[in-house]
């Protein structure tokens, strides 16, 4: 088992034939992901690593049956690549593009919300499900299949945390990176209890960094919802006030968003916060009883 | 990206957001000029830099004579204005704003942010004009009246009462109110603005609203569509290195320890500065190089992050994922060439060909590079460096 995405998962690419979505698309296919196709506005008819291309997400949802879309158009038109997948019916789009203007995802989100249409990132790693299906940019070998489900607004981050719990003998369900953007997808609180729920999740690995209250709010959730074992750790403890570092939500705006208010909100809710980033993987198997 | 207080005023003026007439000056003498151009018999100069607390700081000074202006622009020009938002080092004028003195019969605050948590644009006003809205937010929360606007619908009338009613505006008062802040939506839509910030607003003795301040700040995603906004960067607000980082589409940000820090990815980067603490030692800077991390990227880390003078010891710390660690420690090494690194280097690469990585860079045999095994290990070496304890 394994939550949202598994090997039957059929995908589409937006932006399948440009330099990104080409390179990412073969990776994702050699990792064993049904890639069935591909969207590039005038390359409608054409074969890109030997399938079909198609004008619309319209055409390629009809043709190929795919419900999830991995996203590559650049920034200016992201927003319109997603609103154009929730038209579609697709049901989650992963949004690896970097980039995108706050506004444009602000109302893309909305629409997409309301046509019942999950979306993932923007500016994120993807989704994996370990040794099964790879939808985004992340090095799919550090992810070995194992008993911890992982959700992180970082995409290095996500690799370190992942290649120290396999280091524990231990391994992933499925790894979330939900992004470090101002406003994103699902995040902490929906995808949590997708793991409570997933029989072969046994711990929840959560990494989150400075700005915005999205981990503040996953404490208050997991203190009311979550039974398994839940791990964290805050990026940013060093993180001066005021300075954007690196992601664009990535920021303390008046005081608000510290990595220290984050870790107590979660060590109040009964989370295993480290402080150390090198501490994760021995933590996981500690709460395992591993170790 | 941040604009002056003139730049927004100017910005204002389009959008019909009322402001007192006023002009920027670069010396006295122009300052005079605007003064007697403007007429009247008081007047404001006014300091420009990106940060607010001016006044309290000397950065904003009332005239009553065109002379006086001058004298007030020549004394402001080129000095460092330090204020509780600059930083003990302060910030230098290089422009001054003339303005009309406004007859000020009582201050508010207005402002607009994201609210990342209802992802809409939020409004919100007080009553208690001039102070710091953190400040009240922490002493005062119930004095803070907060509209959510679903950009979907726009800014309505009922968004607009319900500030009005909540600063307690008398009848006459609430129509040219709500008029004022819908303009002020528009601006932040329109712009991509991700802060507003009005304070003071004020009512004048003729029952008008002004914005007497006015602080912008941008998304810089968004800044391609805005190349008159792109336009108002003033450099000389920002650090030289993190711009210099910009250029070569790196993330800087400058910090007060001496170890040294070049990662790839931007979580990643902060838990290195985390670490280093963690492990008892002070981090010099985030500094992350993208996933790529080749020879030109890292060469170009090691000039970013040895413009810092008190750096001493550096940790590269890249979690190699697509990009293979063999390839990433000979563009380590190939930087070593480019850039004369004159401190210990300690090196942790982590990820695809690791072990084939850490074989280079032991077989390449320099002094000062220090290969570690692991997150953890390379913390340790890095901070013992930078304090002299390693070999
Ligand atoms: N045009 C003006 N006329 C009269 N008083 C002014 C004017 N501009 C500013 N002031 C006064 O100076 C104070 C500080 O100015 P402000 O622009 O808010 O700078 P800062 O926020 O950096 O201190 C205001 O609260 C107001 O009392
Ligand atoms: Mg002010």
Redesign the interface.
């Known amino acids: 088992m394994s939550i949202l995405v598994h090997k039957d998962t059929k995908v589409i690419v937006q932006g399948f034939t440009g330099k990104e979505g080409t390179f990412h698309s073969q990776q994702c296919i050699d990792y064993g992901t049904k890639i069935v196709g591909g969207v590039t506005p005038g390359k409608g008819g054409q074969t890109h690593l030997d399938r079909p291309v198609f004008n619309t997400v319209k055409e390629a949802v009809d043709a190929t049956g795919a419900t999830v879309s991995m996203i590559f158009v650049p920034p200016a038109f992201t927003a319109d690549a997603v609103m154009e997948a929730a038209d579609a019916g697709i049901d989650l789009a992963v949004i690896i593009t970097e980039g995108a203007p706050v506004k444009d995802m602000m109302y893309a989100k909305m629409y997409a919300t309301k046509k019942g249409m999950k979306t993932i990132g923007p500016n994120c790693p993807g989704i994996i499900t370990a040794e099964e299906c790879k939808i985004g940019i992340m090095p799919g070998f550090i992810f070995k299949k194992g008993p911890v489900g992982l959700i992180s607004k970082s995409g290095t981050l996500t690799y370190e945390a992942s290649n120290q719990v396999v280091k524990e003998g231990l391994g992933i369900t499925t790894a979330v990176g939900i992004g470090g953007d101002p406003i994103i997808g699902l995040s902490y609180k929906q995808l949590l209890p997708l793991f409570e729920a997933d029989p072969e999740t046994e711990a929840i690995v959560m990494i989150g960094e400075i700005g915005g209250t999205l981990e503040i709010e996953a404490a208050e959730f997991i203190k009311q919802n979550i039974t398994k074992p839940v791990v964290a750790f805050i990026a940013g403890q060093t993180a001066p006030k005021g300075k954007r570092m690196g992601h664009a939500g990535a920021i303390i705006s008046g005081g608000q968003g510290t990595a220290q208010e984050k870790m107590e909100a979660l060590r109040n809710a009964g989370v295993h916060v480290v402080e150390s980033p090198a501490d994760i993987g021995k933590t996981v198997a500690h709460v395992l009883g591993k170790k | 990206m941040n604009i002056h207080e003139y730049q927004a005023k100017e910005i204002f003026r389009e959008y019909g957001v009322p402001v007192p007439r006023g002009e920027v000056a670069f010396s006295g003498p122009e300052a005079k000029e605007i003064a007697q151009k403007l007429g009247g018999d008081l007047w404001v100069v006014k300091a420009q830099i990106h940060a607010g607390g001016r006044g309290k700081a000397g950065g904003v000074k009332l005239a009553k004579s065109p002379e006086e202006v001058e004298k007030i622009a020549e004394e402001m020009l080129g000095m460092t204005l330090v204020t509780h938002q600059t930083g003990p080092e302060g910030k230098k004028v290089e422009k001054v704003y003339i303005e009309e003195g406004a007859d000020i019969q009582k201050e508010y605050y207005l402002g607009m942010?994201?609210d990342?948590?209802s992802?809409?644009p939020v409004m919100m006003a007080s009553t208690e004009g001039g102070m710091e809205?953190?400040e009240v937010?922490a002493k005062n929360p119930e004095k803070i009246i907060k509209v959510a606007i679903d950009?979907?619908i726009g800014f309505q009338g009922f968004h607009g009462r319900k500030l009005a009613f909540g600063l307690g505006l008398s009848k006459e008062e609430i129509r040219p109110f709500i008029q004022f802040a819908e303009a002020l939506y528009k601006v932040y839509?329109d712009k991509?603005a991700?802060l507003i910030e009005i304070n003071p607003l004020i009512k004048t003795g003729d029952g008008k609203f002004l914005a007497l301040d006015a602080k912008m700040g941008f998304?810089?995603?968004?800044l391609?569509?805005h190349p008159d906004i792109h336009e108002m960067r003033d450099l000389s607000e920002e650090d030289p290195v993190e711009h210099e980082a910009e250029k070569y589409g790196l993330?800087y940000?400058n910090?007060d320890g001496n170890v040294g820090c070049m990662?790839?990815?931007?979580?990643?980067?902060?838990?290195?500065?985390?670490?280093?603490?963690?492990?008892g030692g002070e981090?010099a800077n985030?500094l992350?190089v993208g996933?790529g991390a080749s020879a030109e990227t890292v060469a170009k880390g090691f000039e970013l992050i040895l413009q810092d003078e008190n750096v001493k010891s550096i940790f590269v710390n890249i979690?190699?994922?697509?990009v293979r660690c063999d390839r990433i420690a000979n563009g380590i090494l190939q930087a070593t060439k480019q850039v004369e690194v004159n401190v210990p280097v300690v090196v942790r690469l982590?990820?695809?060909n690791a072990e084939e990585a850490a074989e280079i860079l032991k077989n390449a045999n320099i002094p000062n590079i220090i290969p570690a095994t692991?997150?953890?290990d390379g913390?340790k070496k890095a901070v013992a460096a930078a304090k002299g304890e390693l070999q």
């Open positions: 942010v994201l990342r948590s992802e809409m809205i953190e937010a950009p979907t839509m991509d991700n998304d810089d995603n968004a391609f569509r993330s940000v910090l990662v790839n990815g931007a979580g990643l980067a902060m838990a290195t500065m985390d670490i280093i603490k963690y492990e981090p985030f992350d996933g979690f190699g994922g697509i982590d990820g695809t692991d997150l953890a913390a």
